[in-house]
């Protein structure tokens, strides 16, 4: 397996995270720069995230007990695409919950799972604070909201993502 | 019309620069504090003003910046909270992504009455493309010398960054956050000592929301008093109310405290009535966490008045009849909507977002979503719904940060007015959910 290193990579990018805190508190660039080794990656490799630890003089057990908290870091490889849909009340009560299941026969897959190309993993999320124009669905890195989905702006996005390939 | 505090330019084109903005009138505040005011004036003022904090606790503004420490030498920090994760809110999101600037003025003015000379903006993670916008608009105001060394010349000096979060609901709660910023996991700390006293780094901090922060601005020009002068009672000024779900126009909509709820969800100038030419059948108008309320409470309040988007009128009648103004996320629920199916999808969201460090919270959250899914889903039994409220009774009061209330009151107030709801579905289960009984939606972990 191939992991993106970011030391180097994002040097400047990093040292200019790093330079946002107290000297003695570098700790606190921590979500930034697993945001970042994960847009290089596509989720968090073990090796990886002990790079992150190394760059922030921690434990890599600091690292990995807060990346495993926060729901948007994968820890498991998975999809290019992370179909991110919202699953919450007031996106259900527009729709959200039959869309899935539209995404789950659409793809043949279940939420949670991934594609066989590799493309595409469903991953119900909470609220995105869009519910004014939900249903909603983010796709990471760069995570624009995709807003008043409808089954034709669904296939037309995958569409789009598999044409990219 | 009401009067405009925030949305005023909200449709002027370009008014995400700094060009427009500054056309428009943005950044006076910061030209008046640094030039005209001390600190302390300007506490003063938000005092005068009547603010009360925009996140959902409604604790005034004013009062919570005198609480800060100035006893110590260690350095001061203001906190912006733009974790807006509670389902049913999106009016930080939408006033970030449409004028930026109005945060950032507010935070620069807010910074400097509070001597915080390092001020942060935690933004949910999943508002990546909101984090790009605040990033732009900082680096305009610092090379229009708005931020940086010597603010517009004056020796008030003041560094601003953007924090991102990871996904995590918690973090809207204000330790949890500051852990989270701290580079950990956001579990929320014991209080006392209050960020006040002991916030970020163990330094005297202030958290405030993102609408509180860009109320300031207007305060500082205009006065308090002015301020004060709109809304009714201790509901001053105006307050951002995103509504959504069954009415013909979602949105967000800054109104003048005090309008009727019934103008609110009726006039064509806010939500416009109901979708699909239906009935009301009930709102939350706070939020997930606040209780819910049928039709004729939510209208009117049990003296029979009509009810008022005010803090107070809101929670008129306590838990028994009212409700709270929480964040201003309002969503109705047309007649076909099902309580039992919304208070279990609220209850797994409760569930799936407690940090886990509370027994009553962790375990209680989870119990209640798994007996409310045995009813929505027909295998329920009339004993349940007294066990929910008793569950719930058991969570309220006995955690360390409010989020178990904010599980147990949803539950709490579904049942006290739709019992009748789920004592159909226990009795009867075809009767209502029977479209959802075949396929379930995506589960929890
Ligand atoms: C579980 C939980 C989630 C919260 N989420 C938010 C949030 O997303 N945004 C927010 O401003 N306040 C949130 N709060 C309230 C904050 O703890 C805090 O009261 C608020 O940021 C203070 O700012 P204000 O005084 O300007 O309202 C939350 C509280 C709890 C208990
Ligand atoms: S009440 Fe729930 S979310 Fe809050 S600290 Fe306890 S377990 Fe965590
Ligand atoms: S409920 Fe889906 S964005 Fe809020």
């Not at chain 1, 959200?96 to 539209?102: D, F, G, T, V």
């Not at chain 1, 702006?153 to 044409?163: A, T």
């Not at chain 2, 931020?147 to 953007?162: A, E, F, M, Q, T």
Request: hydrophobic share 35%; aromatic share 8%.
């Amino acid at each position: 397996m191939n992991i993106e290193y970011i030391k180097e990579k994002r040097k400047g990018e990093i040292a200019d995270i790093i330079s946002r805190y107290p000297a003695d508190r570098k700790k606190s660039a921590l979500l930034p720069l697993l945001h970042i080794a994960q847009e290089e990656n596509g989720w968090l490799p073990v090796d990886a995230m002990d790079e992150v630890a190394d760059i922030l003089d921690i434990k890599p057990i600091e690292v990995y007990e807060v990346a495993s908290f926060y729901t948007m870091f994968h820890l498991k490889p998975i999809g290019k695409y992370v179909l991110e849909v919202c699953r919450t009340g007031p996106c259900c009560n527009v729709g959200a919950e039959e869309l899935i299941h539209y995404l789950e026969d659409k793809l043949g897959v279940a939420v949670g799972e991934t594609t066989a190309d590799g493309l595409f993993t469903i991953k119900p999320v909470e609220c995105l604070a869009a519910c004014g124009t939900g249903p909603v669905l983010q796709i990471g890195p760069e995570y624009h909201y995709h807003e008043n989905l409808t089954r034709e702006k669904l296939d037309q996005l995958i569409d789009e993502l598999r044409r990219a390939n | 019309m009401g009067k405009k505090i925030l949305l005023e330019h909200i449709n002027v084109p370009g008014i995400n620069t700094l060009e427009v903005y500054r056309k428009m009138g943005g950044y006076e505040s910061v030209r008046k504090a640094v030039n005209e005011m001390t600190p302390d004036a300007i506490v003063e003022e938000v005092k005068k003003s009547g603010l009360r904090g925009r996140g959902g606790a409604g604790f005034p503004t004013g009062m919570k910046w005198s609480f800060l420490d100035k006893s110590t030498d260690k350095p001061r920090y203001l906190v912006c909270n733009a974790d807006e994760s509670e389902p049913g809110t999106f009016k930080d999101r939408y006033l970030m992504q449409r004028i930026p600037h109005a945060l950032i003025e507010g935070m620069i003015t807010s910074s400097y009455a509070l001597g915080a000379r390092t001020s942060y903006i935690y933004v949910r993670g999943e508002m990546m493309p909101v984090i790009r916008i605040l990033e732009k608009a900082i680096k305009e105001a610092y090379a229009a010398g708005l931020l940086g060394k010597n603010i517009l010349g004056s020796s008030y000096s003041l560094d601003l960054y953007v924090q991102p979060g990871g996904g995590a609901y918690i973090c809207g709660e204000e330790t949890a956050l500051l852990e989270s910023l701290e580079g950990k996991r956001g579990n929320p700390r014991n209080k006392p000592p209050f960020p006040a006293v002991w916030g970020l780094y163990g330094c005297p901090t202030v958290v405030n929301n993102v609408e509180t922060i860009a109320d300031i601005p207007w305060i500082v020009n205009h006065g308090g008093d002015a301020y004060a002068a709109i809304g009714v009672g201790k509901s001053t000024g105006t307050k951002l109310i995103s509504a959504c779900g069954n009415i013909n126009k979602p949105g967000v909509y800054e109104i003048e405290l005090g309008i009727t709820v019934e103008d609110f969800i009726y006039s064509d100038e806010y939500c416009g009535g109901i979708a699909n030419g239906r009935e009301l059948k009930a709102v939350v108008a706070g939020g997930s966490s606040v209780p819910i309320l049928p039709k004729n409470l939510i209208l009117t309040t049990a003296n029979n008045e009509k009810r008022l988007m005010t803090y107070e009128s809101l929670s008129d009648g306590g838990f028994a009849t009212g409700t709270m103004l929480g964040s201003g996320g309002f969503i109705v629920f047309d007649e076909q909507q099902c309580i039992v199916r919304n208070l279990w999808n609220f209850s797994r969201f409760y569930h799936h977002e407690s940090c886990g460090q509370c027994s009553p919270c962790r375990e209680g959250t989870g119990w209640m979503e798994k007996v409310l899914h045995r009813i929505e889903y027909g295998h329920g039994k009339m004993e349940d719904i007294d066990l929910l409220v008793s569950i719930a009774k058991n969570i309220e009061g006995k955690t360390i940060c409010p989020l178990g209330e904010a599980a147990a009151w949803p539950v709490a107030s579904a049942i006290r007015h739709f019992r009748a709801e789920f004592e159909a579905h226990v009795q009867n289960p075809d009767s209502c959910c029977k479209k959802h009984l075949h396929r379930e939606l995506v589960h929890s972990h």
